[in-house]
């Protein structure tokens, strides 16, 4: 009963056959070989257009690569307050951009609201030189609290951020489970809504570990290959990233692996609410957040069920838990089965009949 | 009717003596000269123990390398949400410290309470390394809301800072009107209270441009040298900044201008609750925050008003402006005069008999 | 003929074994998995000492990661001026500093000797907080000349080092050859020569993507979680860096490859010698840098040979190319047969009877 | 006999009393004063063309604001080897240009030749994003060893640099004394050879603290307000530093001051050769820097000299000291006197004479 994330599981059955595959000869060192430029190509198509491509190994490369190249280290770049480039990746985004400030706005279910990012960026603090202007919003898709941006809803964020002068990132680290949740296509869901810049997460979906920092405005992508380069990211050996993200690519296994984990945490999020649990958000990707009572959490503690506990001020009134409810994220991965989810649901039933 | 800033007033004659008087012979470059020695040996009098001081020229400046003292780049900087270094500075405590993250309080009167630095530190987005780790708190004395903290207040405060491994910084650059309102010595609203550096400001206050970083936990000054060469902060001819120092701390007059500039602050408040204005923030220092019903801040800017309007999230219910009232920050400063206050308070009291 | 570089051959069988293997099962994300554990003690085993291990997948990022532990922003690393971090990482080291100075020594055949650091050293702009203070010394070892530091070597170095008070780094992305070739064990060329952080590379020895930081002085690790985190360079997934290296580490895998490696640039070196031809450095290493006639080098074009030509000011007089000659530099890899040599050889000597 | 740096001079009457002037009534905060703009205004007359402009206090914040404005943080910047921004700024470049790197050119009299500039740009080390490309070539002039760069000599480097896509920086802490040496107009010593940013200096001119970054290529001033600010270098009260300059830039007092400490130089220069001893390097601004002989040095020292001992890898061959000399620096101001060098070349006389 492992739900404590994503990127616990192994790499897909198909990574791993890609990395044997492209485990034979030489090859040209430095992101010049030929898988890299096949990814490239692939995610040109993908996305419906010309896109710029980085290759990294973790999405908190990839996020704090992408909001560098979109700021300068005396601006700002809004993000949700509980967004995880503003609090789980020890800085990274400062680091990366020399400096600049993130800006958390707030909003239910984890989401930034049109309206909420105007009131932000009316506030009277935005003036340079003695404020830092605001450059560019970013927004997690799918979002912190497991929910998912429709296309008209990014779309509206991004109006509101380019009437503003402001770029747009796009931090996917699910992105897979978000576009198998909103149900249109990668282009809709990202430039087409305004997007400028996507960090295009494998990783938590079957990579060992790939990450695509995807740049629509290549216009935008003028000093990518030196941040990638100075911050220790660029691979010699580049075609054994290029490798993992071809082989989910191939077929849009990518997009069934979202699906996948989606529909085991759909599962899971059905049976705990039949059992009249409360679910802290709507579960709209693969992760569940659920109010557990005190009793159930130690039942499943006890029959070695694994999560983390939550905390979050994004909480609707009427989603809160009881006093003495235990907040609980529970995720779901491409490998999850339906046995696992009936397993975790067997116990809290139990627990329930013995409380 | 100039109540815009106190750094738009000039500077006091007797700084302007100091600087002439300083203005002899040769002296030794790079903050080795005597009038630089008189002041550190003068400060470590003011504060009743031995300190370490480095002098600069702008608060921004003392801020951010006092903050550069305290916290790696991967950790994080607790200070008001509406505090000066978080918003009014550029960046600079991020540019300092390379990019440490500040992190915002909220409390009503521009105030941090225990109770609400406690229930920060008490989330759960703090722990090494995923997240970054509070290293200091920084508090502003005066507050950006013109409030003053007793030395209760900066005690309870540090002791809960510390209790969690937090350093303590002040952000003094209304130093002198703290200590004037608070009527305690300089020793008991700092380091007695738990400070370990602070900012202590003189060019809101007399000065041309001077600030002294006093550190009174003399192993946190190691590094201190280099990061103010290094931000090109030493300079050569050192006794310059050193003499308007002294020519302040002499005979406490940093004080009496601290006093003269709250009483000026306080006719005004008194002026104009006598009207039947709303203060949006108890007066406590040289700054009032004030509603102004359109009429009037009509009528005063006829007259040649000049201040700043503010906004803030801070202010209690009891406090908020009528709809329409424009909400003007008032600054007094060592120079203002019974006839300016009693100038502004004549054309409230015309605009409201008109209205 | 590919002697382009090292890290331009594939990983070794038993490194895509051991990820196929890693591959099974849920494991602790973020360095907490088993096989992480695995391989710091069996570093310890290998270093015959306790040891502080950081595990990443470019060499650029061990490097980096590794001075920063070693230098405040506000001082210098001496290195060869010739080095890789000095000229190959497009400032890696500068990033992750926050700006630290890298100070070029000169030395001939990639080496730095005491006196020439002793003399570096002696120089008037050492002075803080005016000049930055020399803080570490890094030699790459095998250096960039191909060359290798015997033990003694090292530990000469370092004593002048330690006497200044400066820290020792080590840029072992080619420690395997180097060990191989000074034929003594990992811990005499390290630390008990005065080594106190070693970059442990594995990449360009048949790894996929895979390093070592090694703390030998285990309280200069202190903050290493947080720069890896911070640099975006923890992987959530760390079983598949691990086990590279746990794949390697078996049955001193990684010396015998150092060792063929070694071997074929060995028979490259003399197979060159023995047709007349001018090494430009003594081969010691997997590196063989030669002075080719123009004929030969278009010959070996011509021929599919692929390298890079090559720029030194450390070659001795005695090993300068005559006018029109290229300067090449060829590498032999784990996987380099002697089949391949022979090959490039038999070119040259058709070359050269046809000259 | 104080020789040891112009900067240990007082400020000159005409700034004290300016200062004075500027003492009276408000003026607007943060540089919008009017005695700002007036300097502005002047400085645009002075170089024949429009220039924006900075104000700062130091030469370290005006050359690493103003180098900051030209590189990227993974580009480098040309300087002469025993450059000042090089050496004795504390890494004050690499902090503000976020870690690029200074480069160091050699060139005998403390000047980097186009030959020189050629060659070091010819270097293979320069391919992004392995390598970090140059960004910028940084001149000081007058020269770290005294010397002055003709117009010509200006416009060749600077031809260099730009066919090479460099921007051109100069660092003129010595500018006035290079003006007067040359004898040629600002604009001709500047942007007609091809400077793109001056730091204007006139601390060691006979200002207080004051230096003008002057950017004659407007468009490469975008972001020096906030590169002001958010290092601590914008004054609230911005008149001060203005009217210091507006002082020495009335009726070309700053060039009047240039010349006069020129020519206690060349008495002093004159005077030395006159007794035998050796110049290190041409008298051409108000830096003498000579070989004493032991006793020569001993007898000033005893006299009370103060001057530096220096050391150079500049120094011609046939302007070499003896063995045993000391390598001595001295400076002239715009306030030393005839008298003080004749006292100093009468200590000179009696130690001859003994010896």
Redesign the interface.
């Known amino acids: 009963m492992?739900f404590?994330?994503d990127?616990?599981?192994?790499?897909a059955?198909a990574v791993?056959s890609a990395?044997?595959r492209?485990?034979?000869?030489?090859?040209?060192?430095?992101g010049k070989d030929e898988a890299t430029k096949r990814v490239e190509r692939k995610l040109a198509e993908v996305f419906e257009r010309e896109v710029a491509v980085s290759l990294?190994?973790?999405g908190?490369?990839?996020n704090?690569?992408a909001l560098a190249q979109l700021t300068?280290?005396?601006k700002a770049v809004i993000c949700h307050e509980e967004a995880h480039v503003m609090?789980?990746?020890?800085?990274?985004p400062?680091?990366?951009?020399?400096?600049?400030?993130?800006a958390g706005a707030s909003g239910l279910d984890g989401k930034i609201t049109p309206d909420g990012l105007t009131a932000l960026l009316d506030?009277?603090?935005w003036t340079?030189?003695?404020?830092?202007a605001p450059a560019a919003l970013t927004i997690s898709q799918a979002t912190e609290a497991g929910t998912v941006y429709t296309a008209s809803e990014v779309g509206a964020l991004a109006d509101v951020a380019k009437s503003r002068g402001l770029r747009v990132h796009m931090d996917g680290a699910r992105f897979a489970n978000a576009v198998a949740s909103a149900n249109v296509s990668p282009a809709e869901l990202t430039w087409k809504a305004g997007v400028d810049i996507l960090s295009f997460g494998f990783?938590?979906n079957g990579a060992?570990?790939a990450e695509a920092i995807v740049v629509f405005d290549t216009a935008l992508a003028a000093?990518l290959?030196?941040?990638?380069?100075?911050?220790?990211?660029?691979?010699?050996?580049g075609r054994?990233i290029a490798a993992q993200i071809e082989a989910l690519l191939a077929d849009d296994l990518w997009i069934a692996f979202g699906r996948r984990a989606n529909a085991s945490a759909d599962r899971l999020a059905r049976g705990l609410e039949a059992r009249g649990l409360t679910l802290a958000f709507p579960r709209q990707a693969n992760e569940v957040f659920v109010h557990l009572p005190a009793p159930v959490d130690a039942a499943l503690k006890a029959a070695g069920g694994v999560y983390y506990?939550?905390?979050s001020e994004a909480v609707r009134p009427e989603r809160q838990g009881r006093p003495g409810d235990v907040f609980a994220r529970l995720i779901a991965s491409f490998e999850t089965t339906d046995a696992e989810v009936d397993g975790l649901l067997g116990v809290v039933d139990q627990a329930l009949v013995a409380a």
């Open positions: 492992f404590v994330s990127n616990a599981a192994p790499a059955d791993l990395l044997a492209a485990n034979a000869g030489l090859s040209a060192p430095y990294v190994t973790t908190t490369a990839a704090a690569i300068a280290p005396w609090h789980d990746e020890c800085g990274a400062e680091f990366f951009t020399n400096g600049a400030k993130l506030r009277d603090f340079p030189p003695t404020h830092v990783t938590k060992m570990a000093d290959a030196e941040r990638r380069k100075r911050s220790g990211h660029l691979w010699s050996k054994y506990t939550w905390s």
